[in-house]
């Protein structure tokens, strides 16, 4: 499996590994207009060509997951976080979550997201991976979330950092 950048091109595979991994998703909680579901092909192409660090997981030729960020003054979002649903549980989503981490600008002092209160299994994967719970809010579409957070607390070269949880 290979990690490198998304352009603007990727975004029709994004968006067929985005609503493949959010379908589990809508049915645990019966909404079906998540946002990562209703997201548009332009919006995802406009994300993909606005600068912030977006990364695909590529095996082969074949896009088998992703992960875009935001970016809010010294916070970056890690949003999205999609694995298609044949390859979960192979550690795709974690290396995409360590690498999108790694690609944090400078400036950023704290990698966030957040993800439904009742997904104990995204709940226990951002934990293991060191986020720790922050916040808790309804969603646009009425859905209670977890914020969780990552602090940055070193940088070692350039594109490289070290992360731990509060």
Known sequence: MNIRPLTAEHAGEVITIQRAAYLQEARRYGAWDLPPLVETLDEISDHLRDGTPALGAFDGPRLVGSVRSRIDGDRMEVARL???????????????????SAQAPAEITVVWLFTG?????????????????????LDAVGIRCVTLEKKVISRSGAGHETLAGF
């Open 82 to 100: 999609s694995v298609a649903p044949d390859v979960q549980g192979a550690g795709v989503g974690r290396r995409l979550l360590e690498a999108i």
């Open 117 to 137: 209160a009742e997904s104990d299994g995204n709940l226990r994967f951002y934990e293991s991976a060191g986020f720790v719970r922050a916040a808790e809010h």
